[in-house]
């Protein structure tokens, strides 16, 4: 079955307690993409990567880190985590940046 | 830059009743429309699509055309259901002739279809 996943679905962590969230296609999309969904203010692009070993910065990168050294995986690293980076994550892929995504279940992240 | 902007939610309709969800966007060159849905608990899924002037989207009753003169892709259907009951999202991405590289999203329009 043709799908992104990430993991893991829900996270509850303290300030400045490194984190990652993984996340993996199966689609050999070559885009990936990193958003936050807060009230309000809709999807926001963190990060996004055109192809293997590249990435770029979307609208709200701060605070965040990602790799991109397989085509199917594309993980997003909190280094140090704030209370202003609770929000709901979800990774997303296309085969390229002009054709729709294929978006996964999303991570809910809680930073006490 | 590029952006979206959609009606504000939340909306409640009756079982029936027509639907409209505005959208607008603001972009350079020629970009590539889209309608997402959420439901509760759920990721985006994608509902329909139009990537070149007056094309028009369409899936399970639900309509949008790509007005380039209005800069516009409104969502509309005739008749919605219990459950239409979800978040809509109207987004643009760089499109065939484009050379951005990002996805841009609207804020989300909340709709609730009551019996």
């Known amino acids: 079955e043709a799908q992104v996943t990430q993991n893991p679905r829900y996270l509850i962590t303290v300030t400045g307690k490194k984190l990652t969230v993984t996340c993996s296609q199966n689609m050999n999309h070559e885009y990936m993409s990193w958003y936050r969904q807060d009230p309000g203010l809709g999807l926001r692009q963190i990060y996004y990567?055109?192809?293997?070993?590249?990435?770029d910065k979307g609208d709200v990168p701060e605070g965040y880190k990602v790799s991109r050294k397989e085509k199917r995986n594309f993980p997003l690293i909190l280094e140090s985590p704030s209370p202003n980076q609770t929000s709901l994550y979800f990774c997303?892929?296309?085969?390229?940046?002009?054709?729709?995504?294929?978006f996964g279940p999303g991570t809910r992240l809680t930073v006490t | 830059g590029d952006s979206v902007t959609q009606m504000e939610g939340p909306v409640t309709l009756s079982e029936e009743a027509f639907l409209t969800i505005n959208c607008t966007y603001t972009?350079?060159?020629?970009?590539?429309l889209f309608w997402y849905v959420q439901y509760p608990g759920e990721g985006l899924q994608l509902l329909l699509k139009a990537t070149k002037a007056d094309d028009k989207g369409s899936n399970k009753g639900f309509e949008a055309t790509y007005r380039k003169e209005t800069t516009s892709f409104h969502l509309e259907k005739g008749s919605v259901q219990v459950s239409d009951s979800a978040v809509y999202f109207c987004a643009l991405s760089a499109g065939p002739y484009n050379t951005g590289n990002q996805f841009y999203f609207g804020t989300g329009t909340s709709l609730t279809v009551i019996p």
């Open positions: 990567s055109m192809n293997v070993e590249v990435t």
């Open positions: 972009a350079t060159g020629y970009p590539s």
């Open positions: 997303a892929s296309s085969l390229s940046v002009a054709v729709e995504q294929y």
